[in-house]
């Protein structure tokens, strides 16, 4: 489902400030992979994310995605593939329209628009549907204003949005990193629930070694740009935290961030 070859970047190449964010990253997803990718500040966890969406261009190498070529071509084509899930709340959602409006703009991205009454009958009923997935009653709420959800129900939202239409490959950068721990793993829940319903090929970005063990198929670990440790399946299962702090310390790479979560 997705191919990244050779992938490198460099910010303020030629500068006192130039950071080698990515060196030479080779990766392939499968269709249905959910894979969990963990790292320390500066690892270059976020810089593919955002590689792999387009907010940033490569240096070298590709991105196939299902077989297109997505190297160079900018952030708005790509997002038609694309779900995405930033790790602000606020980020995703359009806080002074409706809750079905934000779903109507979801459900019509990429597409052709045109004149018409903008939410039929059947498609709010579709809506309604979706929503009690989330189990927070924002069914029974789809003429409420978005900007006044609390930020857990905002990114649950969001989350919905973004797996609409069924994109080609879901990003979910630390996405629970701004909620409490009780509102996280409500959103890890229903993120866990929307990607087995639709087997959708999911990267998902993470400080919390739990979640990153929990959740998925498959566990990638960076350090310093590079792709250090790739496992799944039922050896990623028999994982601890113990190990993935063994092999962070081995390169001093654990932060407090980590440990704490």
Not at 52 to 72: P, R
């Amino acid at each position: 489902m997705l191919r990244l070859t050779n992938i490198t970047k460099t910010f303020n190449p030629g500068t006192i400030t130039e950071k080698r964010a990515i060196k030479g990253v080779d990766l392939q997803l499968e269709d249905g992979d959910f894979v969990t990718v963990i790292g320390g500040n500066g690892a270059g966890k976020s810089t593919l994310l955002n590689i792999i969406a387009g907010v940033h261009f490569t240096d070298t190498g590709s991105i196939i995605l299902d077989d297109m070529n997505l190297t160079g071509k900018p952030e708005y084509v790509r997002a038609k593939y694309l779900g995405r899930v930033f790790q602000d709340p606020m980020l995703g959602t359009a806080a002074n329209m409706a809750i079905e409006e934000n779903l109507a703009m979801a459900m019509r991205r990429g597409k052709k628009r045109g004149l018409g009454w903008y939410i039929k009958n059947e498609e709010r009923a579709f809506y309604r549907e979706r929503l009690s997935l989330l189990d927070l009653g924002l069914e029974n709420r789809m003429t409420a204003k978005v900007g006044l959800l609390s930020g857990g129900q905002r990114q649950a939202l969001t989350l919905l949005m973004a797996t609409l239409q069924k994109p080609k490959l879901l990003l979910l950068d630390e996405h629970t990193a701004a909620l409490d721990p009780k509102t996280a793993k409500k959103v890890l829940e229903i993120t866990e629930e929307l990607v087995k319903k639709d087997n959708l090929t999911t990267f998902m970005v993470t400080h919390n070694m739990k979640d990153a063990i929990r959740y998925g198929n498959r566990l990638i670990m960076m350090m310093d740009g590079r792709v250090v440790y790739d496992v799944r399946g039922e050896e990623k299962k028999k994982l601890t935290v113990e190990d993935l702090l063994a092999k962070f310390s081995i390169s001093g790479e654990v932060n407090d961030k980590m440990v704490l979560s």
